[in-house]
Nanobody, 124 residues
Framework: QVKLVESGGGSVQDGGSLRLSCAAS????????MAWFRQAPGKEREGLAA???????KYADSVKGRFAIFQDNAKDTLYLQMNTLKPEDTAIYFC??????????????????WGQGTQVSVSS
């Protein structure tokens, strides 16, 4: 069973940048999807970016061009580089792992393992 631990959250000003990390440990399939989600108070969990073991990626329109998902397989770590942050990006950010799909999904129900989350706050 894989375990995921996020880090890198914090507080930044409008227009700032952050890089989130998600360290994976334990047994993981050689074929997989991994993704970043976020959840703001009173809102549903939103899929932001996903990647699979082949490096295929998918982005939500809300973050396309501002966020980038990438992975370092040697370190078993997933990253989310977030640029040009806006106050509406304030949320708890989660990484998740699931099985491989033809296109890495952004739907929470398609992921079975989740990290504990890391808070990102963007002030105006």
């Amino acid at each position: 069973q894989v375990k995921l631990v996020e880090s890198g959250g914090g507080s930044v000003q409008d227009g700032g940048s952050l890089r989130l990390s998600c360290a994976a440990s334990g047994r993981r399939s050689t074929t997989y999807s991994m993704a970043w989600f976020r959840q703001a108070p009173g809102k549903e969990r939103e899929g932001l970016a996903a990647i699979d073991n082949e490096g295929h990626t998918k982005y939500a329109d809300s973050v396309k061009g501002r966020f980038a998902i990438f992975q370092d397989n040697a370190k078993d770590t997933l990253y989310l580089q977030m640029n040009t942050l806006k106050p509406e990006d304030t949320a708890i950010y989660f990484c998740a792992a699931g099985r491989h799909w033809a296109v890495p999904p952004l739907t929470p129900s398609q992921y079975h393992t989740w990290g504990q989350g890391t808070q990102v706050s963007v002030s105006s």
